[in-house]
């Protein structure tokens, strides 16, 4: 069995971290408002906190929420 490239273990170590906050609250295959902002205040804390214009992340929030809930 071959070892998986670095790119599918990037790929499979997303879906991890996806499958962890996803399903907090409601379906298991989305993230919630509360899911994203537990995963940037975690996973991306770094990045959260290099941001100097807080609007930056509601604007990503914004993107990202398809069903406006």
Same mark, same amino acid.
């Given at each position: 069995?071959?070892?998986?490239?670095?790119?599918?273990?990037?790929?499979?170590?997303?879906?991890?971290?996806?499958?962890?906050?996803? @399903?907090?609250? @409601?379906?298991?295959?989305?993230?919630?408002?509360? @899911?994203?902002?537990?995963?940037?205040?975690?996973?991306?804390?770094?990045?959260?906190?290099?941001?100097?214009?807080?609007?930056?992340?509601?604007?990503?929030?914004?993107?990202?929420?398809?069903?406006?809930?």
């Amino acid at each position: 069995m071959s070892h998986p490239t670095e790119t599918e273990w990037c790929l499979e170590s997303l879906a991890a971290v996806f499958q962890k906050y996803a @399903g907090q609250v @409601g379906n298991s295959c989305t993230l919630s408002k509360r @899911g994203i902002l537990s995963f940037m205040s975690t996973d991306l804390a770094a990045f959260t906190k290099k941001q100097k214009n807080p609007d930056v992340l509601n604007y990503m929030l914004k993107k990202l929420d398809f069903n406006s809930d």
